[in-house]
């Protein structure tokens, strides 16, 4: 199985910008769609973004549309999450995320943590 790890996360101020990488070990994304979800403590897991494996689609949240944008490079066996204008509200635990559609996101990382000081 694919092994996931997050990184680039950290602390930024508001209206600054982060962009968060994934990379996989193990073996290649291949067929795998991916995604970037956020967790808050005591909330559930939210979707951020996902790409297609296929036409590399994105599909972005109404919550950070405008702001955020995903991205893969296959080569680099990664993917991106870049997130502008962050706000506080973005504070979060990020998780990337891999499945094969039409199945759940079951591959997960272990998430980075991102913080958005006012």
């Known amino acids: 199985q694919v092994q996931l790890r997050e990184s680039g996360g950290g602390l930024v101020q508001a209206g600054g910008s982060l962009r968060l990488s994934c990379t996989a070990t193990?073996?290649?994304?291949?067929?795998?769609?991916l995604g970037w979800f956020r967790q808050v403590p005591g909330e559930e897991r939210e979707f951020i973004a996902g790409?297609?494996?296929?036409?590399?689609?994105?599909n972005i949240a109404d919550s950070v549309k405008g702001r955020f944008t995903i991205f893969r490079d296959n080569q680099m066996n990664a993917v991106y999450l870049q997130m502008n204008n962050l706000k506080v509200d973005d504070t979060a635990v990020y998780y990337c995320?891999?499945?094969?559609?039409?199945?759940?996101?079951?591959?997960w990382g272990p998430g980075t943590q991102v913080t958005v000081s006012s």
């Open positions: 995320a891999a499945r094969s559609a039409p199945l759940a996101y079951d591959n």
């Open positions: 193990g073996r290649r994304f291949g067929r795998a769609d």
């Open positions: 790409i297609r494996w296929d036409d590399d689609q994105p």
